[in-house]
Structures are given as C-alpha cells and as structure tokens.
C-alpha cells in the first residue's frame, strides 16, 4: 500500500469536471513527477492531495487512513504543499519562516533556520530582509524552505522552478533533490523539459485524466 | 430650561434642507432622489411612531415592556448589522449574539456604576445610543473581512497549506477588521470637544443643562462607546471568520 492513494477520484468545480475518475498510488519515499498540458488539472490533483479541496467522488487516503479522518491542519503538516508563484505574508523573511514554528507551537530555532538557508545559498542575515525587497528566485526559495523547516512525510511541489532564473533554478531543484534523497517522498507537477527528463517516475495528465 | 423651538411649521420649512440634497442629486445625475425620499418618509414615520411608543412606555413604567423595547432595539440592530455582511454564508444569531452581549454588558456596567437607573426614559434612549454604535462596527468589520478575506485569499491558502489551523491563517485579517471597525469611535474620541459636540452633550445643553455637567454626560458616553464597539466588533469578528471556512478546513469560494 501506497504511503498516497487515490481511489476514482474526481472533482468538479460547477459544471465543469477537472479530474476524472483518477486512481493512483504513491509508495513511501518515491519521487513522482507529473506533466502534462495547460488546464490538464495537474495543480488541482495537488490540492486535492493536499486537502485545500476535497473530492466530489472517490477517496484519498494518507498512511492507509482515509484523509477525511485525520484532523486537517495536522494532515496538511505531513503532506504538505508548495504553491506556483507563492507569496510571502507579512514584513519580513523571519515573519514567514516563524510560522511553521508557530503551528506547532515550538520556539523559533534559528540555528536550524541557518542550515536551511545555507542550502538555498542565502545568509543568515537574509531573516530581517522585507519581503518587498525580494526577487522571485528568493521568494521561492524561502517559500519552499517554508515547507521544509519541519520536513513533511509528503511534499508537493507546484511548477515551483516556473519563471526562476537559470541560477535559482538550479538551488530549488538541488534542493529538491536533497529532500527527495532524506526519504520525503515527493509529488511534482512540471512542464519543465529537463525536469521531465530528470525523473524517475513520470506520469502524464491530459484533461483531467492520468495516462497509463 | 430653554424653550424648544422645534415645531410642525418649522419642520416643513426645514424640509428646505431635503430638497438641497435632492437638487444636488438632480443636477449631478446621482440617481438618489427616489431613495432620499424614501428615506425620509422611513424616518418621519418611525421617529413619529416611536415617539408615541415611548411616550406610552415611559408613561406606564413597565420592567417587562422596557425590556421587551431594549430587545426590540438590538434585534433591529442587528438586523441591520446582519445585512450588512456580505459574506453569504452569514448567520444571523451570531450578529444578535454580538450586539446583545455588546449592549447588555455595557449597560450593566454603567447600571452598576449608579450613572442610570433602571427606568424606561434612561434604560431605552441609552440602550439605542449603545446598540447603534455597535451595529456601525459590527457592519464595519464583516465589510473589511470580506475584503481582506478576497484580497488576501493566496496567503491565507499558504498558511493552511503549511498546517495552520483557520484561527492562525486568518488572525491578521481579524485583527485588521476590528481595528477597523474600533477605528472610527477612537477617532471620534480624540476630535470630541475640538471638532464635535456630540449628540448626547448637545442635547443636554439645548435642554438648558450646564456645559460643564453636560460634559460628564458626554465623557460617560464615550467610556460607553468604546466599550460597545469593542466588544461588539470582537464577539462579530470571531464568529463571522470560521464563517469563510469549511468543516474541512478549507477557504470557501466567494462568489
């Protein structure tokens, strides 16, 4: 049994379906990649995992429990989700990067913070920058540490290198790398070419359907 | 006392003051004359109803029917206040919930304190100035949720993303709409005396009461004030945001 199932899962937002009748499994520690055109409903299967939607049919279980029976913002810790584009709140780096300490309600470790931002090439310093000051390779970069802080047991990554330059491209995806080699398993959506070509799992998505 | 010089003939030569308004709208296309009218007509009839109506409560000094007025208050009040939000998964308990406990709890206070007596013609007048208030900020606070709330949709879905449980996604935007809605009254404060001569002192003074124990009047009304907006605003406020959240935990669609 798959650590991520999905069991004929489908959505539909109004009239319009997005997702149909999708069936899949993910083991523990694997590294998933998902492609696929425009509009094909790939971000939307990540929230669903993720739980910021649910499913108009079918379900989804986490660990062999159904996701409905966990409680939602502890689910939403171990499967845990990175947004296309994310925004950072409030002032400052630190402001972001305090929260996930602040869900759990543990004091802010910023020796641990260190480390992260060291693996995303930023210096300690970078935790009073302003948001407003950041370029969007630094927002994604801090966004995805974000996620990390806390390592989720699931990460879901939404097109996260779309839009970096080559240079921050290259820090989010060995970072990437390095969360998917501390056992996370990871789902990735991507139209990325060498991504695509970089993965070791790879499902396509056309309309609202996984190709087999 | 002074004499009061307010009369039927003076009232329609005051009527002058409409037409003003409603010249305004005519010549700049504003499209409010139907609704000026309206709103005068509303006015004439309930000011003049409920003239009457408190004429006949003061007159009979009944616990039970001033109670039953001071409720009739706040359920209008919160009617109003209640429509003003435009989030539509609203419910109206919770704004009654808000203005009760807003008005009731102040006026026990100042009832405890000896500044009123349980008597129709303090208890009712008080009650209308405290439940008005409220309903102001209460309105005031669903508005600015409903705007921070489509404004700042991406950061709250990031932040239940990460885990954070709905009261930590959207306690800034909380925080902004009852600062929002207590702003007004703490401006009002500060400009009082400088800018206004607010409604209750006014009156006092018209009635032929000394300015300078009009004041204390006055100063009891704004403790009162700052008290019922306060309270109005944070019991609405909390109730009304798990409003933009599912069962699950997740951020409604607006329509």
């Known amino acids: 049994m798959g650590i991520i199932e999905l069991q004929n899962v489908s959505y539909a937002d109004g009239d319009q379906t997005i997702i149909h009748h999708v069936d899949l499994s993910v083991s523990a520690g694997d590294s998933l990649t998902i492609s696929g055109p425009s509009g094909c409903g790939k971000s939307t299967l990540l929230k669903l995992i993720a739980s910021l939607i649910s499913p108009t049919s079918g379900t989804i279980s986490f660990n062999g429990?159904?996701?409905?029976a966990y409680d939602y913002p502890t689910y939403r810790q171990q499967v845990s989700y990175c947004f296309q584009q994310p925004t950072l709140f409030d002032n400052s780096v630190r402001?972001?990067?305090?929260?996930?300490?602040q869900i759990r309600s543990v004091p802010f470790d910023e020796a641990r913070?260190?480390?992260l931002l060291e693996l995303v090439d930023l210096p300690l310093t970078f935790l009073d920058k302003k948001v407003i000051d950041l370029s969007g390779g630094e927002k994604q970069r801090i966004a995805l540490i974000r996620n990390l802080v806390f390592p989720p047991q699931v990460l879901l990554l939404d097109e996260v290198t779309v839009g970096l330059d080559t240079r921050s491209k290259t820090i989010v995806q060995a970072l990437i790398k390095n969360v998917q080699e501390q056992t996370t398993t990871v789902i990735q959506v991507t139209h990325d070419e060498t991504e695509i070509a970089a993965a070791t799992h790879l499902i396509e998505m056309r309309q609202g359907a996984l190709q087999k | 006392m002074n004499q009061l010089l307010v009369n039927n003939v003076t009232l329609v030569f005051a009527f002058a003051l409409v037409l003003v308004a409603?010249?305004?709208?005519y010549r700049e296309k504003l499209g409010l004359n139907k609704d000026i009218l309206l709103s005068i007509l509303r006015a004439i009839i309930q000011l003049t109803l409920i003239g009457y109506v408190l004429k006949y409560i003061f007159?009979?000094?009944n616990v039970f029917l001033t109670i039953l007025m001071c409720l009739f208050i706040i359920f209008n009040a919160a009617w109003n206040a209640y429509k003003r939000n435009p989030n539509t998964n609203r419910n109206y308990?919770?704004?009654f919930a808000a203005l009760f406990v807003s008005t009731t709890v102040t006026l026990g206070i100042i009832m405890l304190t000896g500044s009123l007596k349980f008597i129709p013609s303090q208890v009712i007048p008080i009650t209308g100035m405290i439940a008005s208030n409220s309903m102001v900020?209460?309105?005031?606070c669903y508005r600015n949720l409903q705007s921070q709330f489509r404004d700042q949709r991406q950061q709250i879905l990031e932040k239940l993303a990460l885990g954070a449980p709905i009261k930590l996604a959207a306690i800034t935007i909380l925080r902004e709409s009852i600062k929002t809605a207590m702003q007004p009254t703490i401006d009002s404060a500060k400009t009082m005396?400088?800018?206004?001569?607010?409604?209750m002192m006014s009156g006092l003074i018209f009635a032929g009461v000394d300015p300078v124990s009009a004041i204390r009047y006055q100063i009891l009304v704004t403790f009162m004030l700052l008290s019922t907006t306060s309270l109005g605003a944070i019991i609405a406020g909390y109730l009304a945001y798990r409003r933009y959240f599912n069962k699950r935990q997740q951020l409604l669609t607006q329509e």
Do not use: C, H, R, Y
């Not at chain 1, 402001?95 to 300490?101: A, E, G, I, R, W």
């Not at chain 2, 409603?22 to 709208?25: G, K, R, T, V």
């Not at chain 2, 005396?193 to 409604?199: C, H, K, N, R």
């Open chain 1, 65 to 68: 429990k159904n996701q409905t």
């Open chain 2, 59 to 61: 007159k009979i000094n």
């Open chain 1, 95 to 101: 402001d972001n990067l305090k929260l996930p300490f």
């Open chain 2, 193 to 199: 005396g400088l800018v206004s001569l607010p409604g």
């Open chain 1, 113 to 115: 913070i260190g480390a």
């Open chain 2, 22 to 25: 409603m010249l305004i709208s």
């Open chain 2, 137 to 140: 900020a209460v309105g005031l």
């Open chain 2, 93 to 95: 308990w919770e704004t």
